[in-house]
Nanobody, 122 residues
């Protein structure tokens, strides 16, 4: 059974930095895309950044130049380096794996992590 486990959230002051990690565990043959989404209180879930297995990245305009997504394909792990954090970055951050193919299966599925809370405040 596949699980995505996020870590690295917490409380940080405005202007500070945090690094999130998400590891996909299970019998995994390949993962096409991994990414981060976030949901602020009272709002819908929104894309933050994604990265394909080939290294192509996509960012929300609100985080461009401040956040960097990276990935270790051998470890099925994706990272989000968040710099110059703002109070409006406060949210639960969710990891998502798209096109995840389990060993022995011929098709991919998507999976979500349970989320990690990031709070940016004085």
């Amino acid at each position: 059974q596949v699980q995505l486990v996020e870590s690295g959230g917490g409380l940080v002051q405005p202007g500070g930095s945090l690094r999130l990690s998400c590891a996909a565990a299970g019998s995994i043959a390949s993962i096409y895309s991994m990414g981060w989404y976030r949901q602020a209180p009272g709002k819908g879930r929104e894309l933050v950044a994604t990265i394909t297995s080939a290294g192509s990245t996509n960012y929300a305009d609100s985080v461009k130049g401040r956040f960097t997504i990276s990935r270790d394909n051998a470890k099925n792990t994706v990272y989000l380096q968040m710099n110059t954090l703002k109070p409006e970055d406060t949210a639960v951050y969710y990891c998502k794996a798209d096109g995840l193919v389990e060993t022995g299966r011929g098709y991919g599925m998507y999976y979500w992590g349970k989320g990690t809370l990031v709070t940016v405040s004085l």
